[in-house]
């Protein structure tokens, strides 16, 4: 019995620290799978089930940067956490900040990628604030700061990416504006091509 016991331990812990196949490779990704989690994400949000959106980044963590399970949960609590954090302040917004360096610092470490956390975790703060802040919410120049911060994390020219992220911000946009009704099917369609976009930019190096 405890040599069975024993056992189970054994390859839970095999399948907890085994990272997915596949090269080590931020810029190797499923576009259209990245669009359906991130689809997921949002509908969870608006249905207020945290546990769910939890699993979700999660599992793209796991999926995409093929993390082992156990680097996803790290990388996955401090992105969360970030997150909540910034969704429950007004000001003082670089609190965040010290989450969103560490976990983009794994990124960068499990990769062997040659970014600078810091900067990325500031430009990914920057269109964060520019959603809330009247003046600056429009999808054109959230949809610039979410390309400058993809040309950072992925280490490519500006003007590859920048379609991708004002796609990003375009199916943003169109979310809040229907909040839990939104046409999830557009939105959808939205964050595909964004995706899509910026997979194909990374490729023509």
Known sequence: MV?????????????????????RSLRVF????????????WQAYYRKEKLNLFALVVTMLHEQN????????????HLARAAATFGDARSGYDRVLPDLVTAYRIARDWTG???DPAQVARAELAWWVARRTR?????GNVGRLIAVEYALFYE???????????????????????????????VGQLLK???????AALQTE
Request: aromatic share 6%; proline share 5%.
């Open 30 to 41: 499923e576009p259209d799978r990245m669009a359906q989690l991130e689809l997921q994400m």
């Open 135 to 139: 003046g600056e919410e429009a999808p």
């Open 113 to 115: 990628a040659g970014f």
């Open 156 to 186: 490519a020219p500006l003007e590859r990416v920048t379609e991708a992220g004002l796609l990003r911000a375009e199916a943003g946009a169109l979310r809040d504006a229907g909040g839990a009704q939104a046409d999830w099917a557009r």
């Open 193 to 199: 091509s964004s995706y899509r976009s910026l997979h």
């Open 3 to 23: 040599a069975g016991a024993s056992a189970a331990l054994l390859v839970a812990a095999f399948v907890i620290l085994r990272a997915p196949r596949g090269p």
């Open 66 to 77: 093929r993390y082992s399970w156990a680097r996803a949960l790290q990388a996955g609590t």
